[in-house]
């Protein structure tokens, strides 16, 4: 491959890493153990888990401090979040059949948590989440925060059954409306479930509430086109003997395509899932001068078309209100076109080599402007041509650089 290319692909990759770190900060707060309130900018991560600290600076020009749970009673994110101390009761039993337990009943332990409000009123909805451990607590006006019970458990052998408490908790302490229990049977342990139940009981009490659940981010999704070139080389490989190689050389192709985005939920939209089907091309040819005249001379070509359709996950590190970097990595699955490499001595075709393409993986980084225009260089690892040969090999070797659009 061209030095030129492999040098771009080292100065995006550089210049990613040295702006991964850069993150806007957002107005915010926090109040201290005194009950001194502090505004600042605050790093809004939108924690997939609670956090035990956060970063917080007075002003866009002064350094970041870590502020943590030990000297921080409450903070949060103008508008958008928070998070506020408190010392509860907490099961930690595990979800999964392998550690479940086999007792039906909670196994709290206190601990001190920063504690996610979803919904806060007269009846205040909490969550935390720690990996897969995800855990609801509650609070009616000055009572204790408490955890809203559900827990998985173990049945005889191999079955699990469900301790559904959170249930009958609300409907003895949550119950504006005074429901039989039996309209809470379907009511289930998830954020969606909760929320809407939390925000009909304070609209039924007609007091002020707040619902921090709807200011989160949300998922999304996007289509752009996309379109670039291919830095492509392909060899040939015969076991026999390495003079034997067919070496095609490096070409540049164009390729385009479209790209099916959907950002995920949470960590402030950092995360996504990618959907890129796009068609590339290939054409080459090879010369190999015979020992006994014109007859002997070998020629190879090849005009090769697929359709690639690379499904991969992708991270945003957000620069400032314009550019945001991002980087991909993924599998890539090739469909063929029934192409042929055609192998002749002089004039007269001596066989064909059928192409059948395995998959690969790929790497990718870029730039976004204004979350419309991308550039992105794409490197693949190595694709073998001719799977369905056993006594022949190959190496096709992709490179990309692909400028994309956002249609919506």
Request: hydrophobic letters at 35%.
């Amino acid at each position: 491959m061209n030095n030129q290319i492999y040098k771009l692909l080292i100065l995006l990759l550089t210049f990613s890493f040295a702006v991964h770190a850069q993150i806007t900060f957002e107005p915010g707060y926090y109040i201290t153990d005194q009950g001194q309130k502090v505004n600042g900018l605050i790093q809004n991560e939108d924690w997939g888990n609670n956090p035990s600290a956060f970063e917080f600076k007075t002003d866009a020009s002064s350094k970041a401090q870590t502020k943590d749970i030990n000297t921080v009673k409450e903070f949060g994110v103008d508008n958008v979040s928070k998070y506020i101390r408190a010392t509860v009761d907490i099961d930690r039993s595990a979800n999964d059949i392998a550690n479940m337990s086999m007792d039906r009943n909670p196994a709290f332990q206190k601990e001190t948590l920063f504690l996610d409000v979803l919904v806060e009123g007269s009846a205040t909805l909490y969550k935390y989440k720690d990996g897969q451990l995800t855990r609801y607590f509650f609070k009616v006006k000055d009572s204790e925060i408490s955890q809203l019970i559900y827990k998985t458990y173990l049945f005889e052998s191999r079955k699990t059954l469900e301790n559904k408490t959170f249930q009958q908790q609300l409907f003895n302490e949550v119950n504006c409306k005074g429901k039989t229990i039996k309209q809470f049977i379907n009511l289930d342990y998830t954020n969606s479930d909760l929320t809407d139940y939390f925000l009909e009981q304070n609209i039924c009490s007609n007091v002020p509430f707040v619902n921090y659940e709807i200011k989160g981010t949300k998922s999304d999704f996007n289509l752009s086109v996309r379109a670039g070139i291919n830095f492509t080389d392909l060899v040939v490989l015969n076991p026999v003997s390495s003079s034997r190689n067919i070496e095609f050389g490096t070409s540049t192709n164009a390729r385009f395509g479209l790209e099916a985005e959907w950002l995920l939920p949470f960590n402030k939209n950092k995360w996504g899932i990618t959907l890129e089907p796009y068609y590339e091309s290939y054409k080459g040819d090879y010369f190999r001068e015979g020992n006994s005249g014109p007859s002997s001379d070998f020629f190879s070509t090849i005009d090769y078309q697929s359709l690639s359709v690379p499904i991969g996950i992708r991270y945003y590190s957000f620069l400032n209100s314009n550019f945001a970097a991002f980087y991909n990595i993924g599998w890539q699955y090739h469909f063929d076109s029934n192409d042929e490499i055609i192998n002749s001595r002089g004039n007269t075709t001596q066989g064909t080599l059928e192409i059948r393409a395995s998959q690969s993986f790929f790497l990718g980084a870029g730039l976004k402007y204004r979350g419309r225009y991308s550039l992105e260089f794409r490197y693949n690892t190595t694709r073998d041509l001719t799977t369905k040969l056993m006594s022949i090999s190959s190496d096709y070797k992709v490179m990309s650089l692909m400028l994309g659009y956002k249609l919506f």
